[in-house]
């Protein structure tokens, strides 16, 4: 420590001229028309929509986040310019694009609060921890707040560096790692206000974007309608609010106020400490506004599927692709499973398509990304991911259509079912002691690790495209005899698979020849009739 009192500190810090405005700072990666991938700012950005195919971040919950802070401030600077409107208005911004001087008005109305280093209002930081007794003499390495780093007792992801010696990045790199830890940081230790802290806003979720054509037409999609809260209290972004004190930070998780407070949640304190060349290695860290769970609140970009106890968050898992979640992820008849609902965005955009009436050959992309945590132990993160479906835009706004496609995916993952249990009695059969508790879970780990599942829903996916055309166009006969095909060759793709890692042992043989006929039971039971040319040979001819 050197000479220097706090207090003299503090005065030298608000003394700071504010440096980095992400209005006009390029930070942004994005992809242009031609195929160009640059940096712009927030500015430049809405005002290039247009011109602006997609972001062009390539860590997932970076992405993530970047969408959601562009549709925050894109809600907020229409809610100041029209107060209300209509889809009819959605859509005229949709073939359009927003309204430029209305964007820029609002931005420049809060540009001191979008200065990535300020003394009172740094962007998405949390001014306090500069004076507060608590954080003012630690500082923690900035792989504190990147989900891909190692720091302190986490896991590695993707790098292996030291806490005591971190490598410096740029201002750019610092605010999109920050804006993406805010919102899928896991629950758990802190140890700085609270003992604790909640989870992000997209914590263990994958999340689900609507996309256009260009940045305009996704921001469209996905834009959240106008307030209705009739109680005066406005759904504000971090920017628009009173700067965080200590004892919000230490006080009880608050519910969010909308899709806006969501998006830019702080939900961990951090205050990004600036290096004389302008780079970023260290900050201060400490709890941040906890954000209360609430199942009638739920993430506008998170889908539930049905479970045990209620609905399940959407997330990653090791060997799952995100097209097997379909049946959570489409909009389906009213009727239907309440705790099974897409991402509310996935609604916005339906019900834009409904507007635009859109025709039958249209495609609505649909980005899923996140980061996932180990089951059990979500805080240990193991994975992220980033996958895109196309979807018959028709096919959003169709309840037939949309309910045929789920029971399609559906039938999928019972007939798998079906087949691993199949697949796992032959497996033991073909072990030493077959009647033993241990030789029975032995089979299942071989069979879980081997080529059974990933060969099954390889086969399933390279003919979803064609499923999804002809759903799309309205031919279900064709798409129901599709699929059914697809089944029965995937059904016969994986058994191979696990056949052929038996040998030729006598007993592995036995094995094949005792359970191969029943695999026809397993395709009769679910409808899928076998021709002779689909038979594959039997006993160790298959190997």
Request: charged share 20%.
């Amino acid at each position: 420590m050197n000479s220097v009192t706090h207090t003299s500190a503090k005065d030298a810090q608000s003394a700071t001229p504010p440096a980095y405005s992400l209005l006009h700072e390029p930070w942004l990666s994005v992809r242009l028309a031609s195929g160009t991938v640059t940096t712009l700012g927030l500015l430049e950005s809405f005002e290039r929509s247009r011109e602006i195919v997609a972001l062009a971040e390539t860590v997932p919950p970076n992405l993530v986040a970047q969408y959601r802070l562009l549709l925050a401030i894109t809600h907020r600077a229409l809610s100041q310019k029209f107060g209300r409107w209509t889809e009819a208005d959605r859509a005229s911004w949709y073939r359009t694009g927003f309204p430029h001087n209305a964007v820029r008005a609002y931005l420049e109305q809060w540009q001191e609060h979008f200065w990535l280093f300020h003394p009172q209002h740094p962007f998405m930081q949390v001014a306090v921890l500069e004076s507060s007794d608590k954080t003012r003499d630690k500082q923690k390495p900035w792989t504190q707040i990147s989900l891909g780093s190692s720091n302190g007792n986490t896991p590695v992801v993707f790098d292996h560096a030291f806490d005591t010696q971190p490598a410096e990045i740029t201002p750019a790199e610092a605010v999109n790692t920050l804006l993406g830890f805010l919102q899928f940081t896991p629950g758990g230790l802190v140890k700085v206000f609270r003992g604790s802290d909640k989870a992000g806003a997209l914590a263990n979720t994958a999340a689900a974007i609507p996309l256009g054509n260009n940045l305009a037409e996704t921001l469209a999609l996905c834009l959240h309608p106008p307030e209705t809260r009739s109680d005066g209290w406005d759904d504000l972004p971090s920017w628009e609010r009173e700067p965080l004190t200590e004892s919000q930070l230490s006080g009880d998780p608050v519910f969010a106020s909308g899709p806006n407070d969501r998006y830019t949640r702080q939900s961990r304190a951090v205050l990004l400490l600036r290096e004389s060349n302008g780079n970023v290695r260290w900050l201060r860290f400490g709890a941040g506004m906890a954000l209360a769970d609430s199942e009638g609140q739920p993430d506008p970009m998170a889908s539930f599927r049905a479970g045990q106890k209620g609905p399940v968050r959407i997330t990653f898992s090791e060997g799952r692709a995100a097209w097997r979640d379909l049946p959570a992820l489409v909009p389906g008849p009213t009727d239907e499973n309440v705790n099974r609902r897409p991402a509310a965005v996935i609604s916005y955009a339906a019900s834009l398509h409904d507007e635009l009436g859109v025709g039958s050959g249209d495609y609505q992309p649909l980005l899923v990304a996140g980061v996932a945590g180990e089951p059990g132990r979500p805080a240990k993160l193991v994975r992220w991911r980033m996958e895109q479906i196309a979807l018959p835009a028709n096919l959003l706004g169709d309840p037939d259509r949309s309910q045929l496609l789920k029971a399609m995916v559906g039938d999928a993952d019972t007939v798998f079912r079906d087949l691993r249990w199949l697949a796992q009695r032959m497996l033991t059969e073909s072990l030493p002691d077959p009647g033993h508790p241990d030789t029975r879970a032995k089979a299942q780990g071989l069979l879980a690790a081997g080529p059974l599942s990933p060969t099954y829903f390889a086969v399933a996916e390279r003919a979803l495209p064609d499923l999804m055309y002809q759903l799309g166009m309205g031919d279900f006969d064709a798409a129901e005899e599709h699929w059914a095909v697809t089944l029965r060759g995937a059904v016969f793709a994986a058994w191979r698979s696990v056949v052929a890692g038996l040998g030729s042992t006598p007993r592995g043989l036995r094995a094949e020849a005792r359970y191969f006929p029943r695999l026809f039971g397993v395709l009769d039971k679910h409808g899928l009739k076998t021709d002779e040319a689909d038979n594959p040979p039997q006993t160790g001819v298959m190997s």
